[in-house]
């Protein structure tokens, strides 16, 4: 009695080609202690950066209801005390309804050499990630259902694990210009203007020389 062949294929399924990101309207999650280009390239040392023409960007807060601002002097923050002070926060708020917002990334590699190292041969292996944080910078945010004491108290003990020193500030409180507090009574121009005044007799010789306008 005749019967179909019935044939079996030898070659193994091709498999699927997987999507590199899966389906999502959310952007994926990236960390603000580590950079995603990682250390390939080694960064400069560099200085934070310094407000010279009047700008006061990163000095107020924007999305939350408190900050902690940094009010001494520019320095270089570990990613490591960052994070220390960001748990010290949530430690402190556990059980409380509230969002924390970072200001600042820590995508500055720093590089450094053994002990009784010789001088030269290149800037030495990775050791961590830093952050540089200017003057008068805010660090970290808070928003939610919190009584103004208890943030005061979270951020006084973050303060205490980062070096430095910090400054209470909530939202609607005036800019900072490197020092000095754009308040009502002090405007951009006065801080800008020099401070050692112009001699009285400047004026008189600089009409010496002729001009086709006024000074």
């Known amino acids: 009695m005749w019967r179909p ?15 590199s990101r899966p389906f999502t309207t959310t952007s994926p999650s990236q960390s603000w202690l580590v950079p995603k280009r990682g250390h390939k390239v080694k960064s400069r040392k560099g200085r934070p950066r310094v407000p010279t023409g009047g700008s006061t960007r990163g000095t107020t807060v924007v999305w939350g209801d408190y900050g902690l601002r940094m009010r001494d002097h520019d320095r270089r923050v570990s990613a490591k005390q960052l994070s220390d002070g960001a748990e010290t926060i949530k430690k402190r708020l556990r059980g409380q309804k509230y969002k924390l917002f970072t200001r600042v990334c820590a995508n500055i590699g720093v590089y450094t050499s ?7 041969k290149g800037k030495g292996s990775f050791d961590y ?34 070096p430095g020193l910090y400054e209470f500030v909530k939202k609607g409180d005036p800019p900072v210009m490197g020092l000095t507090k754009v308040t009502e009574g002090v405007t951009l121009d006065e801080i800008k203007r020099p401070w050692l005044k112009m001699p009285v007799s400047l004026e008189a010789t600089a009409a010496r020389l002729p001009a086709t306008s006024p000074p």
């Open 5 to 19: 062949r019935i044939l079996y294929s030898l070659s193994k399924p091709q498999p699927q080609p997987i999507s």
């Open 114 to 120: 053994g002990n009784e190292v010789r001088m030269g």
């Open 129 to 162: 990630w830093a952050s540089r944080i200017a003057v008068s910078q805010i660090i970290f945010e808070l928003k939610g259902e919190l009584h103004e004491l208890v943030v005061r108290d979270a951020f006084r003990l973050a303060a205490a694990k980062m």
